[in-house]
């Protein structure tokens, strides 16, 4: 059966328009954090990562930015298409141990 | 191509019976592999880590003997849940590391207990 919990917030943009993703992390000395995106019924997908000396990566439309004094995370999506609706998730890895944030439901409009 | 195979996708079993998941790393082996349930519109809940010629590790709250973790080899873990009820349905879904940093995930399980 369905469990009770915390619904995911949930961020719906308009096809085109840029869309950002935010997480917050729990552990300061995390050192390599990942972005995740799961389409509906699917495992996650690697999309962008970045260590924790680096403070901007960017990839094919989006890029991830990383402040370590807030210990917060990014996601932006240029453009956004509706292939890109999913749920995204951060992670913050520490040695073996990898963590998730809670996930953002992204829901593009045509 | 895939780095981790998850086997079944789907699963429908009875209450009562027990349901066995497996996890292949395939391009590489594993020592340690993770296992995570899912709830819809949840994150990822880590279940525990199983550690290869080893007992797997449990986080809090989750029942070693409901959810059994075998990892007998390098590149095979293999979750089973016993005794299912539909309460234990869910997406199951199981990762390997490569070098402490990339992260692969299996397809994930959704499993149905009716």
């Known amino acids: 059966g369905e469990s009770v919990g915390l619904h995911l917030p949930t961020l719906s943009v308009q096809e085109g328009d840029n869309s950002i993703i935010n997480c917050a992390y729990s552990?300061?000395?995390?050192?390599?954090f990942i972005w995740y995106k799961q389409e509906s019924g699917k495992g996650p997908q690697f999309i962008i990562d970045?260590?924790?000396?680096?403070d901007k990566r960017q990839g094919q439309r989006v890029t991830v930015l990383l402040n370590k004094t807030v210990k917060h995370l990014s996601l932006q999506i240029a453009a956004t298409q509706p292939g890109d609706s999913a749920v995204y998730f951060c992670?913050?890895?520490?040695?073996?141990?990898?963590?998730f944030g809670a996930g953002t439901r992204l829901t593009v409009k045509p | 191509g895939a780095v981790v195979s998850q086997h079944p996708s789907r699963v429908i079993c009875k209450s009562g019976t027990s349901v066995k998941i497996e996890c292949r790393s395939l391009?590489?082996?594993?020592?340690?592999m993770f296992w995570y349930r899912q709830f819809p519109k949840q994150s990822l809940m880590l279940m525990a880590t199983?550690?290869?010629?080893?007992?797997?590790?449990?986080e809090q709250g989750v029942e070693k003997d409901k959810f059994l973790i075998n990892h007998a080899s390098l590149t095979l873990s293999t979750l089973t849940v016993t005794s299912a009820h539909p309460e234990d349905s869910s997406f199951y879904i199981c990762?390997?590391?490569?070098?402490?940093?990339?992260?692969?995930f299996g397809q994930g399980t959704r499993l149905t207990v009716v």
């Open positions: 990762s390997v590391i490569r070098g402490n940093t990339e992260a692969f």
């Open positions: 552990n300061s000395a995390s050192d390599y």
């Open positions: 970045i260590r924790s000396n680096m």
């Open positions: 992670a913050e890895n520490i040695g073996n141990d990898m963590r």
């Open positions: 391009d590489f082996q594993a020592t340690t």
């Open positions: 199983s550690n290869e010629g080893s007992k797997a590790t449990y």
